[in-house]
């Protein structure tokens, strides 16, 4: 064990997550951390990272009087306290509204590290703030993130005296030689336990916004002869979301991320930028993707599946050796066993498909059973719904369902049976046995010519009447 990890693990980690804001310029009814990026919130994304750095405790400080936002952190960090900011009056005002954090943190015999992150800066990984609290167990009271960027308008300035870090400088405040820095801060900081609170109750609003700024806190850090350091961090990893177009653009960064673990964790993308992940989706080795597929939350393909083109996935699981599409829908609870197969324009919901099962066209199988090596004609269809519940249909292994079945659920057909194609099937079809339920056909032999005449002569008659 190095020295480093020794430290670390004697400091605890508190994640302050600023989530305050309803986000004007989402033109929006949902609290604007709760907007999506690749199938998770950015406060969703934001807590992940918290916690994947190894945040013990977690603060979130919310709009008062959003309780969507409040069921999201209870769903997704169940133990995370909770602190409503009252007015909106600064980034370091709304630290303070989760005061009984910043004072745990410094209470213990060995003080917490403190990160405080943005809700809105859903790219930041978990990497990013560990690497971001580091320097503390270096003797830093204060590290902020920042980034060099040709076009620093917005962000505030992190001034410098050659290594040394003086301030931060929000651009409102700036002159014009500050405006001129091209260091900008990233706006998340790491704060030692042990000063966290003493530093951030003496930052002032004596500013151009009348706020109080929490990159105010390396200023009175350094005024106080602390240490303060300065991370690294690449501008689009700190980008903050505040519109749909950045909304978009952060997207945009995390699919290129997921598109590049996916194939480096040995999948296919035959063209990446047309395949869209969600965070959680889980690909095997060998899996060959095909251009255009949607992978939604709840995603797990196995060794050697084949994904073909125009294929939309939530909430599945397949095995290895499946192979689903091109325009296959799978949505959440659809489970396809080893070497199943599910072709174009079939959709399976809440069912399971057994080994080898096949389903290739146009085929609806909803709160089913299929056992192994069971094939489901074109057209099959499990009627699982009576408009007012749901039913099951469960097929046994190796049975045959003819092209354009209606299974009228609840029904099952034993292992081995065959249905004949056309069949309404609303009755238990035992074992080994054939269920036909269609018209029996008839012939009328030379019956079709006689007809056209018929039908001919009373069009003639019709078109003669005036
Ligand atoms: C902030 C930094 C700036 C940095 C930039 C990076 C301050 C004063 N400035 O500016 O130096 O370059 O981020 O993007 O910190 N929030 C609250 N309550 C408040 C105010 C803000 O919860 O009273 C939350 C917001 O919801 C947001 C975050 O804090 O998630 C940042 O606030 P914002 O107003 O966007 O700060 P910037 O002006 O972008
Ligand atoms: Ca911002």
């Not at 005061?99 to 917490?112: F, I, K, Q, Y």
């Not at 194939?263 to 992940?277: D, H, N, Y």
């Not at 919901?349 to 056992?371: I, Q, S």
Request: aromatic share 4%; with cysteine; hydrophobic share 45%.
């Amino acid at each position: 064990m190095t020295d480093q990890t020794t430290r670390i693990t004697e400091r605890s980690l508190t994640a302050i997550v600023l989530a305050a804001g309803k986000g004007t310029r989402m033109r929006s009814d949902l609290p604007k951390v709760l907007h999506r990026v690749a199938g998770r919130t950015m406060l969703g994304h934001v807590l992940a990272a918290a916690r994947e750095a190894g945040a013990t405790r977690i603060a979130v400080v919310v709009e008062p009087g959003q309780e969507a936002v409040a069921r999201e952190i209870a769903a997704l960090a169940p133990g995370a306290a909770v602190y409503p900011q009252a007015e909106r009056l600064g980034t370091a005002h709304a630290v303070l509204a989760a005061r009984p954090a910043l004072e745990a943190a410094g209470s213990d015999a060995v003080s917490d590290d403190v990160v405080i992150a943005f809700g809105d800066t859903p790219l930041i990984t978990a990497a990013t703030l560990a690497r971001l609290r580091a320097p503390l167990a270096d003797g830093a009271a204060v590290a902020v993130l920042a980034f060099r960027t040709p076009n620093p308008t917005g962000y505030g300035r992190v001034l410098t005296d050659g290594d040394r870090v003086l301030a931060i400088r929000e651009e409102k405040d700036a002159s014009a030689a500050e405006r001129a820095v091209t260091l900008c801060n990233a706006g998340l900081m790491a704060l030692s336990g042990t000063h966290a609170l003493a530093l951030l109750t003496r930052i002032g609003n004596a500013n151009a916004a009348g706020e109080y700024y929490l990159p105010d806190a390396v200023g009175l850090a350094v005024a106080d002869g602390l240490a303060v350091a300065v991370v690294p961090v690449a501008e689009a990893e700190a980008q903050g979301v505040n519109d749909r177009v950045q909304l978009s653009e952060a997207e945009a960064e995390i699919q290129g991320r997921l598109r590049r673990a996916a194939q480096v964790a040995g999948a296919t993308l035959i063209a990446p930028e047309t395949v869209f992940f969600s965070v959680d989706t889980v690909l095997g080795r060998d899996v060959l993707v095909e251009p255009h597929v949607v992978f939604g939350p709840g995603v797990s393909v196995g060794d050697g599946c084949v994904v073909h083109s125009f294929s939309h996935l939530e909430g599945a699981t397949l095995a290895a050796g499946v192979q689903i599409g091109p325009y296959a829908r799978l949505r959440p609870g659809a489970v396809l066993e080893t070497g199943a197969r599910i072709g174009n324009f079939v959709e399976v919901k809440n069912a399971r498909m057994g080994p080898g099962a096949k389903a290739n066209h146009l085929t609806y199988v909803g709160d089913a059973e299929v056992g192994a090596g069971a094939n489901l004609g074109a057209g099959t269809i499990t009627c699982n719904y009576d408009g007012v519940n749901k039913h099951r249909t469960t097929i046994g292994a190796g049975a045959f369902i003819g092209s354009n079945t209606a299974l009228v659920a609840p029904v099952s057909v034993g292992a081995g049976a065959i249905v004949g194609a056309g069949s309404v099937i609303a009755a238990d079809v035992p074992e080994d046995a054939l269920a036909v339920s269609r018209a029996r056909q008839r012939i009328v032999p030379g019956w079709a010519p006689d007809k056209r005449a018929a039908l001919q002569a009373e069009k003639a008659a019709r078109a003669k009447k005036p």
